[in-house]
């Protein structure tokens, strides 16, 4: 089958490596992709929330799949506007609908999942600029240090943790008067602070049925001991180490089985991935966030390790056939390390040459943000690439990432040298 995959980034790559891999894929799309989709598949260069163009490339390649990448098509209703297109309704769309992606669309829509549905996370209120003074009220009340969430879409960079009190009032009016994050911090959620160590668990629903697929742990800070900024993220391993079997247990009944039967008892149309951002605190796990599709870089360690065709595990989600099929997951563990833009994740400049590629063994290269141009492999993002290893464990994957980085540079190129350093 012609199947198109929607995004740019380093996930968008991985997904094409794997389904180009896939017997039952007979010609690949990406749209826009980039330098290393353009190796694997054909770009097509569109805006992914231009539906009317979507519509166009899909029914012009005849594409009989579309996996969606990024979280903006999915909570501007692209399930939705298939579902109800006459000549996109055959197509299998790997997603949710808008009211599904509403858990990643909205920080309060997913609180009030979690509180319905008896979903263990941190206690919380949301504020409005009407409410200001309530919220820097309600600060006083917790103790740092204080979280602070836009309420809607911030690209990763929504959440501040504060632990000075006058800071965190100074930012709250920040973000809800002088809009930090645009429309996104209209409305800010603040919810106590939970001190754990923090993990990825990534979940295939149909719906109905769900495969609960590698965990991962990935690491958000620009600095080395996850200092500085907030990134959208600068490596990751899978599997973590501590979700051994009892906290996966703990994981799968308090929090998984509850999601999946939540979405069910809505009546939410939900075919795609749910990822659960969680915290262990004194071995009990709590949901930080739900993202309505799979994590970035979280996907460059996970998609390489199932081993299952990609495509006939999707298939079964559309086909709301999960409960039949078996996932082989590869026992090695994976690694991915991020090189990204000097400056980032402030700002930085585009369009730097790319050397050492050809030189890479042992690893994948992942291409988030590259381009094409006149033969030429350029930047063209933040964060750029992304170096995935497998071998028997984390620490001898790390090792050939590394060893491969030392062949690869860029103008301004940065890495953090200590992923996995807090396991």
Do not use: W
């Amino acid at each position: 089958m012609n199947i198109l995959i929607l995004g740019s980034g380093g996930r968008e790559h991985t997904f094409a490596y794997k389904i180009a891999q896939s017997n039952r894929c007979e010609k690949l799309f990406v749209a826009p992709g980039n330098a290393g989709t353009a190796s694997i598949a054909t770009n097509v260069d569109l805006k992914v929330t231009d539906f009317g163009a979507v519509k166009k490339c899909v029914v012009e390649n005849n594409i009989e799949m579309v996996i969606v990448g990024p979280e903006d098509p999915l909570v501007h209703g692209i399930a939705d506007y298939f579902a109800e297109t006459s000549e996109l309704q055959n197509v299998m769309l790997i997603g949710p609908s808008k009211r599904g992606a509403l858990l990643e669309g909205s920080k309060q829509r997913a609180k009030e999942f979690m509180m319905q549905h008896n979903i263990p996370t941190a206690a919380y209120e949301s504020f409005t600029v009407e409410s200001l003074e309530a919220g820097k009220a309600f600060l006083e009340n917790l103790n740092p240090p204080y979280v602070l969430k836009a309420d809607g879409l911030a690209a990763g960079k929504g959440v501040l943790i504060l632990k000075d009190l006058s800071e965190a009032k100074q930012e709250l009016e920040n973000m809800l008067t002088h809009s930090k994050f645009g429309e996104a911090s209209s409305k800010v959620v603040i919810e106590e602070f939970l001190d754990g160590i923090e993990l990825s668990v990534f979940v295939l629903t149909d719906g109905k049925n769900y495969k609960i697929l590698p965990t991962a742990k990935d690491y958000k800070r620009i600095g080395e001991g996850d200092t500085g900024l907030n990134t959208g993220g600068m490596g990751a391993i899978s599997p973590v180490p501590f979700a051994d079997g009892v906290l996966m247990k703990k994981i799968e009944d308090r929090i998984v089985k509850p999601t999946v039967r939540g979405l069910s008892e809505e009546k939410i149309d939900y075919k795609g991935f749910v990822f659960i951002g969680l915290i262990k605190v004194d071995n009990e796990p709590y949901v930080i966030e739900y993202n309505v599709r799979m994590g970035d870089p979280e996907t460059e360690v996970v998609l390489p390790r199932i081993k299952t065709d990609l495509v006939d595990l999707l298939e079964a989600t559309y086909r709301q056939n999960l409960g039949n099929f078996n996932i082989e997951i590869d026992g090695r563990a994976a690694t991915t390390v991020m090189l990204v833009s000097g400056g980032y994740p402030d700002a930085y400049e585009k369009g730097k040459e790319i050397s050492g590629l050809e030189n890479v063994e042992g690893s994948i290269v992942f291409h988030a943000g590259t381009k094409l141009e006149n033969d030429k492999i350029l930047t063209n993002g933040g964060r750029v690439l992304a170096i995935t290893s497998l071998d028997d464990d984390f620490r001898k994957a790390l090792k050939k990432s590394y060893q491969n980085i030392e062949k690869l540079s860029f103008d301004r190129m940065q890495y953090r040298r200590d992923i996995g350093f807090d396991l």
